[in-house]
């Protein structure tokens, strides 16, 4: 099905780790979304890609870096995890903005 | 500041009406969003307003006044799949730079 497919659905580290959260849609959408959402809260802006090339700090890019690999794929770096980065992490692509199913991610 | 305010719990009826209102300030404003999130999944959109005025999709109906800064989502003949959150959100830029509000927990009771 045509959609934002994100890569692992869960994932648990230890507070210094690193990871990268994958995701690719196909729907030849120029714009990508990174999004975290913590408990009762609305989405924050972590990083967005107007274009395959193009990267731009959201509302919250500190402890993240981000790779527009190509038009399909957006991938999200978390170079040294710690507990305040637990959240569920969801990619986007737009317009309008479609979003993938999420990353549960949990730092111990 | 950016900010979008809505309320944070709405609870009504089975085949009620809810108005769930939308006040923003942003630096920019290229249009207002509604998105709908049930619990564990993920956000879906419902409606685009980026000039005044209402549009309606089926049950569900969003307004906009760009004068007011302020938009407002209409869900009628509510049913119970409709309980929710639902969230308004700023398109900022010209790239497609997006700010969301808390959300707005919607619960509809038998």
């Known amino acids: 099905n045509a959609g934002v497919t994100q890569t692992p659905k869960f994932q648990v580290l230890k507070t210094g780790q690193s990871m990268t959260l994958q995701c690719a849609q196909d729907?030849?959408?120029?714009?990508m979304y990174w999004y975290r959402q913590d408990p009762g809260m609305g989405l924050r802006l972590i990083y967005y890609?107007?274009?395959?090339?193009?990267?731009d700090k959201g509302e919250v890019p500190n402890g993240y870096n981000v790779s527009r690999l190509n038009k399909r794929e957006f991938s999200l770096r978390l170079e040294s995890a710690a507990p305040s980065q637990t959240s569920v992490y969801f990619c986007?692509?737009?317009?309008?903005?479609?979003f993938g199913d999420g990353t549960r991610l949990s730092i111990l | 500041g950016q900010s979008l305010e809505q309320p944070s719990e709405v609870t009504a009826v089975e085949g009620a009406i809810v108005q769930i209102n939308c006040t923003y300030q942003?630096?920019?404003?290229?249009?207002l969003s509604w998105y709908q999130q049930h619990d564990g999944g993920a956000p879906t959109f419902l409606s685009y307003?980026?000039?005044?005025g209402l549009e309606e999709t089926g049950r569900f109906s969003s307004f906009l006044s760009r004068s007011d800064s302020y938009g407002y989502l209409l869900l009628q003949e509510l049913q119970m799949k409709d309980s929710a959150s639902y969230f308004c959100?700023?398109?900022?830029?010209?790239?497609?730079?997006?700010?969301f509000g808390a959300g707005t927990q919607v619960v509809v009771t038998p």
């Open positions: 942003t630096s920019g404003f290229y249009g």
């Open positions: 986007a692509s737009s317009e309008p903005q479609h």
């Open positions: 890609s107007a274009s395959e090339g193009t990267t």
């Open positions: 307003n980026a000039l005044d």
């Open positions: 729907m030849n959408h120029n714009s």
């Open positions: 959100a700023v398109r900022t830029d010209s790239w497609g730079k997006f700010q």
